[in-house]
T-cell receptor, first 115, second 118 residues
């Protein structure tokens, strides 16, 4: 069974540009989470989508946005890129049905560099 | 609000020895889950172990065990018989609701870098 897949794996942008990151969850998982991990730091929660709806949002400016499609895949959009947006962006999925431990399954991330 | 604190930025251990990585948490939720993840230099996050707040026994998964002390709000990870491949960043995390639906987000600590020496 395929795990969480993210694309692109690496990308370089310049300040002011816009970027779209993509994530496909594990088959059957309906919830998708986005986290930002700046160099050497912990994971900061960005967004949570479930069944196509935004359920929760972290403390990030509105230029960070996203959506979830009917097939549960998700996009993260970042507008007006700033240098401090350089980070590893991790997507995770989870099956939010029935009894389970609630662990998140992560993709390998998209490493964004803003010059 | 939930908060995870990992006070050890870095830890060193000799191969084949045991090591304990500290984690304390703060939450007003009665039902919650605690997790440990490993992040090698490649960047992927690997799930290691889970402890539910109502679980009376400490969780174990192979060489990993979670020393859960609810009154102290601590959830330390113990790695026995360390291996060179254990060198990585380790994150403690928690979410509301231990078991069932509607978990919400995972809140992560800042991580501990573990280095295993031969």
């Amino acid at each position: 069974e395929a795990g969480v897949t993210q694309s692109p794996t690496h990308l370089i942008k310049t300040r002011g540009q816009q970027v779209t990151l993509r994530c496909s969850p594990i088959s059957g998982h309906t919830s998708v989470y986005w986290y930002q991990q700046a160099l050497g730091l912990g994971l900061q929660f960005l967004l949570w989508y479930d069944e196509g709806e935004e359920r929760n949002r972290g403390n990030f400016p509105p230029r960070f946005s996203g959506r979830q499609f009917p097939n549960y895949s998700s996009e993260l959009n970042v507008n007006a890129l700033e240098l401090e947006d350089s980070a590893l962006y991790l997507c995770a999925s989870r099956l939010d049905r029935g009894y389970n431990t609630g662990e998140l399954f992560f993709g390998e991330g998209s490493r964004l560099t803003v010059l | 609000a939930q908060k995870i604190t990992q006070t050890q930025p870095g830890m060193f251990v000799q191969e084949k020895e045991a090591v304990t990585l500290d984690c304390t948490y703060d939450t007003s939720d009665q039902s919650y889950g605690l997790f440990w993840y490993k992040q090698p230099s490649s960047g992927e996050m690997i799930f290691l172990i889970y402890q539910g707040s109502y679980d009376e026994q400490n969780a174990t998964e192979g060489r990993y065990s979670l020393n859960f002390q609810k009154a102290r709000k601590s959830a330390n990870l113990v790695i026995s018989a360390s291996q060179l491949g254990d060198s990585a960043m380790y994150f403690c995390a928690m979410s509301a609701n231990a078991g069932g639906t509607s978990y919400g987000k995972l809140t992560f600590g800042q991580g501990t870098i573990l280095t295993v020496h031969p």
